[in-house]
């Protein structure tokens, strides 16, 4: 079955999620993965479905007013799991580039980030990831964030993220 | 435990993040320093001035040294209590039964986050005032406590230990 990738976007209400889903359901569109959050106010949501009709979930998701959203056909794709999972955190002084900076410095040891959120609270910026690196790459990435974070002005963590499986 | 009588205390100004102060490696200190006394006692009396505060570092006042106090009385989580109490270089010699809960900070005060912490922890200190060395056993909120003060001396905030992308959260405003 055709799988379709989803965003709606708008100002957040009570019910914008409901609403979301009730439209995709009754057009007998099946959620697989989902994600939804509050950016300053805004509703923003990212999902996967399988759909037989994938014009009719674009239908479905017209009759919502207030929002932006966007729907297209995706091959359905197999993640790579391989890998040590890590966590970065990041905050200092907002300026320009944070993101930028400290994305290409793990795209520069190969490291592969699979979550994350930034957040501006007051002129406090945070930047926490989520990275799945090359078994033994810690020691040199962590060295490469501690140069880019001195440059931007900001503080870096880099530590292995636990998973214990109970 | 007796914890040494300090000096009065005055309510300082708490400094929030980005500081820089906030993010270095604190000093060790004399523990019988009139000084390190007096800091002690502000730490407390502006903890205690604080809504909700159960802890405060010497560098969340701008002071870049190993001097904080706790005092987790009354709270629901806490278990073990040890009443207000400030520590000097303290730190932690065990710890165990790790847990993750959530925690804020007031030099962060507008976000939380999930931290793994040892719900059983072993402290060794020096006291403000007397000097005398203690070793502090505890448990559940007061171990998370110590921790997070702990970590305030050695230039750590809870955002660099929060579990995941997904680990922060804006604070709720209560009215
Ligand atoms: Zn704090």
């Keep these: 079955m055709p799988e379709l990738a989803i965003t709606v976007i708008g100002p957040d209400r009570t019910g914008i999620v409901a609403d979301v889903a009730e439209a995709l359901a009754e057009v007998g569109a099946n959620l697989t993965d989902s994600t939804m959050t509050r950016l300053r106010g805004h509703f923003a949501m990212t999902l996967i479905c399988t759909l037989a009709e994938p014009s009719a979930a674009e239908a479905a998701l017209k009759s919502l007013t207030g929002v932006t959203t966007t729907v297209r056909e995706v091959s359905p794709s197999s993640v790579d799991e391989s890998g040590e999972s890590w966590v970065v955190s990041v905050h200092g ?74 | 435990m007796n914890f040494p009588e300090l000096p009065e205390g005055r309510v300082l100004p708490v400094v929030t993040a980005p500081a820089t102060v906030l993010s270095t490696v604190g000093e060790e200190v004399d523990p019988t320093s009139p000084e390190v006394a007096q800091l002690a006692a502000d730490l407390i009396a502006t903890m205690q001035v604080s809504p909700g505060c159960v802890g405060l570092a010497a560098p ?5 040294l190993q001097v904080f ?27 165990s039964r790790w847990k993750a809960g959530r925690e804020g900070c007031m030099s962060v005060p507008d976000l939380t986050g999930d931290v793994k912490r040892a ?30 003060e702990i970590d305030h001396c050695t230039g750590k905030l809870f955002l660099d230990r929060v579990a995941g992308a997904h680990a922060i959260y804006q604070r709720k405003v209560y009215l």
């Design chain 2, 69 to 95: 106090c706790v005092n987790v009385v009354d709270h629901p989580k806490a278990a073990t209590v040890h009443g207000t109490f400030a520590l000097c270089n303290a730190k932690i010699i065990e710890a």
């Design chain 2, 60 to 64: 969340q006042v701008g002071v870049g």
């Design chain 2, 119 to 148: 719900a059983r922890v072993v402290v060794e200190a020096v006291l403000p005032g007397s000097g005398e060395a203690v070793t502090i056993t505890t448990d559940a909120f007061e171990a998370r406590a110590l921790q997070h």
């Design chain 1, 93 to 166: 002084a907002d300026r320009l580039g944070i993101v930028a900076a400290v994305t290409r410095v793990v795209a520069a040891s190969k490291g592969n980030i699979t979550d994350l959120s930034t957040r501006l609270a007051g002129t406090l910026y945070v930047l926490i990831a989520e990275v799945d690196l090359p078994a033994g790459a810690g020691d040199e990435l962590a060295e490469r964030l501690a140069v880019a974070a001195s440059e931007l002005g900001v503080e870096v963590t880099l530590r292995r993220a636990d998973s214990e499986i109970l």
